[in-house]
C-alpha cells in the first residue's frame, strides 16, 4: 500500500514563500511521475506542477518562474517551493504519484490548506 504524507502548508501574506513536502511509502515502481495538484474552492482541481523520475518537469503557467518543483528519488520524496505567493494561489494541494506498469497506478495524499492574505 502507498500513501503519501505532505507537510509544509499555512497561513502566509502575499509576497511570502513557502515549501511544500511530500512523503511517499510503500511499494513504489522506479520510473514514476510525482507531482502538486491544487483545488480552490468551487473550482476543479488543476496541476500545478510535475516531475519525473528522470527530472524533466512540467510547471503550470500560472505559477512557472514563482514555484518550483523538486524531487528527492533517494527518498521517494517532492518538493514545492513556492515564491511570490499570490491571494489566488489560496487552495488545498494535493500530492501525486502516478505509474504505468502494465496497470495504471495514481495515489493522492490528504492534502494541505494553503492561504495567502492580501
Known amino acids: 500500500q502507498v500513501q503519501l504524507v505532505e507537510s509544509g502548508g499555512g497561513l502566509v501574506q502575499a509576497g511570502g514563500s513557502l515549501r511544500l513536502s511530500c512523503a511517499a511509502s510503500?511499494?513504489?515502481?522506479?520510473?514514476?511521475?510525482m507531482g502538486w495538484y491544487r483545488q480552490a474552492p468551487g473550482k476543479q482541481r488543476e496541476l500545478v506542477a510535475g516531475i519525473t523520475s528522470g527530472g524533466n518537469t512540467n510547471v503550470a503557467d500560472s505559477v512557472k518562474g514563482r514555484f518550483t518543483i523538486s524531487r528527492d528519488n533517494a527518498n521517494d520524496t517532492v518538493y514545492l517551493q513556492m515564491n511570490s505567493l499570490k491571494p489566488e494561489d489560496t487552495a488545498v494541494y494535493y500530492c501525486?504519484?502516478?505509474?504505468?506498469?502494465?496497470?495504471?497506478?495514481?495515489?493522492w495524499g490528504q492534502g494541505t490548506q494553503v492561504t495567502v492574505s492580501s
Open positions: 510503500g511499494t513504489i515502481f522506479s520510473i514514476n511521475v
Open positions: 501525486n504519484l502516478k505509474w504505468r506498469r502494465g496497470t495504471s497506478y495514481d495515489y
